[in-house]
């Protein structure tokens, strides 16, 4: 099993470019997240998808758009990427959507917005 | 609305020395608490979790936390620090004002180095 997969691993955009980062998980999972990781920030949650067909908005959701394509894909869409959105972003995926549930992580894709 | 608050965004230990990374949450209800690992380059993974079944959690590699109530802490520690400790460590609490989504709110993250 691979787990959760994101790509790409690194990507450089230029202010008002856009890009669609791709998250697969290969666990039958039923709910998927993204975060996005600052320094001193922790992560944050940006969407989530409680289950396949549903999306929402996180703590984070301005300048994002999700879609969960099936039950193993979950992407985020910058339209039209700033420099605020320079950061790591995460995609994880739980069994479940319950408040116990443990969640798996991506390795990250590290974006950079010149 | 719940909250976790780690103290110390960077802790230094010797090899063999006591591990111990604080936590502190804010909640209106017994929370449910987790302790995350992200080694360098990798993604998040879980060490322990809290679920209210016992105050003192034992997770992976060694490490455990014990959920203290009336300090709202949930500490993790490890007897004796190895070199592939170092990582950076993450308390996360379940937000369980927004139903049962299973989103988690994060705290700042801790770096840990271990010194030879």
């Known amino acids: 099993n691979a787990g959760v997969t994101q790509t790409p691993k690194f990507q450089v955009l230029k202010t008002g470019q856009s890009m669609t980062l791709q998250c697969a998980q290969d666990m039958n999972h039923n709910s998927m997240y993204w975060y996005r990781q600052d320094p001193g920030m922790g992560l944050r949650l940006i969407y989530y998808s409680a289950s396949e067909g549903t999306t929402d908005k996180g703590e984070v959701p301005n300048g994002y758009n999700v879609s969960r394509l099936n039950k193993r894909e979950f992407s985020l869409r910058l339209e039209s990427a700033a420099p605020s959105q320079t950061s790591v972003y995460f995609c994880?995926?739980?069994?479940?959507?319950?408040?116990?549930?443990?969640?798996?992580f991506g390795p990250g894709t590290r974006l950079l917005v010149l | 609305a719940q909250s976790v608050t780690q103290l110390g965004s960077h802790v230094s230990v010797s090899e063999g020395a006591l591990v111990l990374l604080r936590c502190n949450y804010s909640?209106?209800?017994?929370?449910?608490l987790f302790w995350y690992v992200q080694y360098p380059n990798q993604g998040l993974q879980l060490l322990l979790k809290y679920t209210s079944a016992a105050t003192l959690v034992k997770g992976i590699n060694g490490f455990e936390a014990e959920f203290k109530k009336s300090e709202t802490s949930f500490h993790l520690t490890k007897p004796s620090a190895h070199m592939s400790d170092a990582a950076e460590y993450f308390c996360?609490?379940?937000?369980?004002?927004?139903?049962?989504?299973?989103?988690?709110?994060f705290g700042q993250g801790t770096t840990l180095q271990v010194k030879p």
């Open positions: 909640s209106s209800v017994p929370p449910y």
């Open positions: 994880a995926s739980s069994e479940g959507h319950g408040v116990l549930e443990t969640q798996y």
């Open positions: 996360a609490v379940s937000d369980l004002g927004s139903g049962n989504t299973g989103k988690l709110i």
